[in-house]
């Protein structure tokens, strides 16, 4: 497939100038244009919009951490606590997990960054869904006679966090495009959601004490994704601020083999 883009740095829209030169082309190989455009794991974007913008992927990552982080601590019932302390996380789930995490999957789509505004975009309905789960103004569970024991009530959302587990699957696929931190935090999370849905599933068959031994082994595995992803963070950030040293992610947009296209570009 070949692309024609037209740079003229004197005509740039940003850069108010009226001027219109016309450059030759200069052929880039797929895996160039992929580190220019595509931007996979939370690269430093290039181009005029990301000097305009910034990087916004630290903001979703941080949302994402500060909702993760206590959530494990209450599935692995830390200090007393456990899953009915998620009520308190109700008001984070709307505003960190619904709106901050969508605000920074919509930058990512403005810079043209698809994986990453696909994973924030539905990460930020994922809080959300939860929020309304847990919202006591909706009651949801009162729909279900026997409440949170019902059967149907578990049952929900075993299948809720089964598809959850299907597509994190596909985002572990794809992420062996970015980096070593992307794939690690997607590796943690597949056994996370499959661990939940399979807890909901014994709680609706019953099983109570089974069902709460899977939900702390869930917890486990999210205290694992949440320091992945708390470094991953770090590096972000460190990148952000110009700090003097950083902290290697592990590139792997070279691991698999791309599919052969030519693309033509006029920079």
């Known amino acids: 497939m070949a692309m024609a883009i037209h740079n003229n740095t004197d005509s740039d829209i940003e850069k108010g100038s009226s001027h219109h030169i016309d ?133 929900g959302l075993m299948f809720f966090f089964a598809f959850w587990t299907v597509a994190v699957t596909f985002y572990l696929i794809c992420s062996l495009r970015t980096n070593v931190a992307f794939v690690l935090i997607f590796l943690t999370l597949t056994p996370l959601l499959a661990l939940l849905s399979a807890g909901y599933g014994q709680l609706g068959n019953g099983n109570v004490e089974l069902g709460q031994t899977l939900m702390k082994a869930s917890g486990a595995c999210a205290f694992a994704n949440a320091c992945i992803a708390w470094y991953l963070f770090a590096s972000l950030l460190f990148r952000a601020v110009d700090m003097p040293f950083t902290l290697p992610v592990g590139d792997l947009s070279g691991f698999m083999r791309k599919r052969n296209r030519d693309i033509e570009t006029r920079v």
Request: hydrophobic letters at 45%; one cysteine or more.
């Open 23 to 155: 450059r030759p082309p200069v052929q880039l190989t797929s895996e160039q244009y992929e580190k220019l455009f595509l931007q996979p794991g939370g690269r430093i974007p290039a181009g005029g919009l990301s000097l305009r913008f910034g990087n916004p992927t630290p903001l979703p990552v941080l949302c994402y951490l500060l909702l993760l982080t206590p959530t494990s601590a209450f599935l692995m019932g830390w200090g007393g606590a456990d899953a009915t302390s998620m009520t308190t996380m109700v008001g984070p789930f709307y505003f960190l997990g619904g709106v901050g995490m969508s605000v920074g999957a919509v930058m990512e789509w403005i810079l043209g960054n698809t994986f990453p505004f696909v994973v924030f975009m539905t990460f930020s309905g994922f809080w959300l869904s939860l929020a309304t789960l847990q919202d006591p103004l909706h009651a949801i569970a009162s729909a279900f006679t026997g409440g949170t024991e019902a059967a149907a009530y578990n049952k």
